[in-house]
């Protein structure tokens, strides 16, 4: 549940299944995989990322916002790949995964991008960013042995019968060690007993240094907006420094990229003219997946810009079923959910899942971690002057972006100071 930044670069890995009397995926799992198969596994979750905003603002409309999508979409990944007939559909629809692309072909999509995170085949010393996925399996479950096969060190049988609190405490223990001690606690007392079968868990983490620091010594308390009648007083950071920037008439607000060193991971900042009521709710109807497209994709113009960001530290957690059943993930929490893949049975099905983020932002630059799990039992005019005023003293939307991946790591919505 924490996330460190990798880059995935020209190589070419694959990772078929070893020969095995079984095929878990598809007809023929030891076919030569597509070579053009890496290039879908993240077609669809930019698009996904926003759909999982929206409905999270629905469920949480007043509140600060921050989340994973890309842990998200990875544990719902794992989810799909032991999936099959009716629920396999809906998770693949929901993750917008390539209709062209079968389930042998994102596999070993998947596994590439594994590699190369956990392997660091490509390191960039400006910044860290990891993610990991474990699937927790009941030791009373037969495994099939193209599973095994499959999965490797990723699965982990635990017998959750005789001791469910042993089984919490060491997945806890995993996701804090993979997102540096920033997620604690992600399973409760209760979330684990002895009726629990199934557990998967994605963890990712990222450090990052901005290109532009700000200067400690310039952070002063200042107001901050909540609404037009509302104030309250943020400590407040400030930089001068050439930005890509812009005022986007088709999300009605003013767009500002702080990169990262490196240069592959930038924050970008969604902020309404001004405080008004509606100004989160009116951007984000207007966030389509063209509109964010054009965003990252260089509608942006370098400026020289004055930044006042407010330094802050949020955590949330989400209670993910009813989110994702709002999205359309069909039958994935019901009884007749169907994870045959796993071990040739019916009769396992994902109860509930919970996603926890955290990030802090200061003057040097930001870490961020989230963990998701899943458990079962059984605007405005152009600017014209010299030098632009972006001054975050109102509520905004901000995301962290890899431009290399073409992913969202992290997202939120900063409506008041803590």
């Known amino acids: ?45 930019q698009s996904f ?30 989810t799909y790949f032991i ?20 389930k042998a072909d994102i596999f070993n999509a998947y596994k590439l991008d594994e590699y190369t995170t956990r392997t660091g085949l490509i390191k960039n010393g400006t910044y860290e960013f990891t993610n990991a996925n474990r699937i927790y399996v009941a030791k009373d479950i037969p495994l099939r042995t193209c599973v095994l096969s499959l999965f490797g060190s990723e699965l982990i049988q635990f017998n959750f019968q005789e001791n469910p609190e042993a089984a919490r405490t060491s997945i806890n223990h995993w996701v804090e060690e993979k997102t540096h001690d920033m997620i604690k606690n992600l399973l409760p007392p209760g979330t684990i007993d002895e009726k629990t079968s199934l557990v998967l868990v994605n963890a990712a983490y990222f450090k990052g240094k901005w290109e532009n620091k700000f200067n400690p010594e310039e952070t002063k308390p200042e107001v901050f907006y909540i609404s037009p009648s509302k104030q309250t007083i943020v400590d407040m950071m400030h930089v001068e420094a050439t930005f890509n920037y812009d005022v986007s008439e088709n999300l009605m607000a003013h767009i500002l990229e702080l990169p ?40 942006l113009s370098p400026r020289q810009v004055q930044v006042s960001l407010p330094k ?3 955590e949330h957690t989400i209670e993910l079923a009813p989110v994702l059943q709002f999205l359309g993930v069909g ?25 926890k983020a955290k990030i802090e932002i ?33 509520p905004f939307i901000f995301f962290l972006y890899n431009k290399k991946m073409n992913t969202i790591l992290f997202t939120g919505i900063f409506r008041r100071p803590a």
């Open 1 to 45: 549940m924490k996330t460190i930044p990798v880059i995935l670069s020209a190589i070419f890995v694959t990772f078929s299944v070893r020969p095995s009397e079984q095929q878990c995926l598809t007809a023929n799992d030891q076919r030569v995989p597509s070579p053009t198969g890496h290039l879908g596994l993240y077609t669809g979750q």
């Open 49 to 78: 990322s926003l759909s999982l905003l929206q409905a999270i603002n629905q469920f949480n409309p007043h509140e600060n916002i921050f989340f994973s999508p890309y842990s998200t979409y990875h544990a719902l990944l794992m």
């Open 83 to 102: 999936s099959a007939n009716q629920t396999e559909m809906y998770l693949k629809k929901t993750l917008k995964l390539s209709p062209t692309q079968d």
């Open 260 to 299: 990262y060193e490196g240069e592959d991971i930038s924050m970008y900042i969604l902020l309404p003219p001004f405080a008004k009521e509606d100004g989160i709710d009116t951007v984000l109807k207007k966030l389509t997946i063209d509109n964010f497209k054009e965003v990252v994709n260089g509608s």
């Open 312 to 314: 802050f530290s949020l």
């Open 331 to 355: 039958n994935l929490f019901h009884e007749d959910a169907d994870f045959s893949v796993l071990s040739g049975r019916r009769d396992l099905s994902v109860g509930a899942g919970v996603h």
């Open 362 to 394: 200061d003057e040097h630059g930001a870490k961020a971690a989230a963990a998701t799990a899943l458990f079962s039992y059984r605007i405005m005019g152009d600017e014209t002057e010299d030098v632009v005023e972006f001054k975050c003293n109102r």
